[in-house]
Nanobody, 114 residues
């Protein structure tokens, strides 16, 4: 059974950085592309970034391009999201997901506030 566990969220000031992690189990991690989504209060869940199965290809939402970096370590079954130059509007619960999959983790809260 697919399990996705997000971690690394927290409270950070505008301009700060956080690194999120997504630990995966229950499937062959290296075979699948993965994504990060986020959901802010009162808003729909939105796609933040995608990474191919090998990590050789990535894509980003325009709102985070140049500030966030998605990566993965297939030996550790873990995906990451390095978030720099954080803005108030980045406040959300962040989730990881397998592309084409149906399972969601519980998410990790990121709060950007002064």
């Amino acid at each position: 059974q697919v399990q996705l566990v997000e971690s690394g969220g927290g409270l950070v000031q505008p301009g700060g950085s956080l690194r999120l992690s997504c630990a995966a189990s229950g499937f062959t991690f290296s075979n699948y592309a993965l994504t990060w989504y986020r959901q802010a209060p009162g808003k729909e869940r939105e796609l933040v970034a995608t990474i191919s199965s090998t990590g050789g290809s990535t894509s980003y939402a325009n709102s985070v391009k140049g500030r966030f970096t998605i990566s993965r370590d297939n030996a550790k079954n873990t995906m990451y999201l390095q978030m720099n130059s954080l803005k108030l509007e980045d406040t959300a619960v962040y989730y990881c997901k397998v592309v084409g999959g149906r399972s969601w983790g519980r998410g990790t809260q990121v709060t950007v506030s002064s």
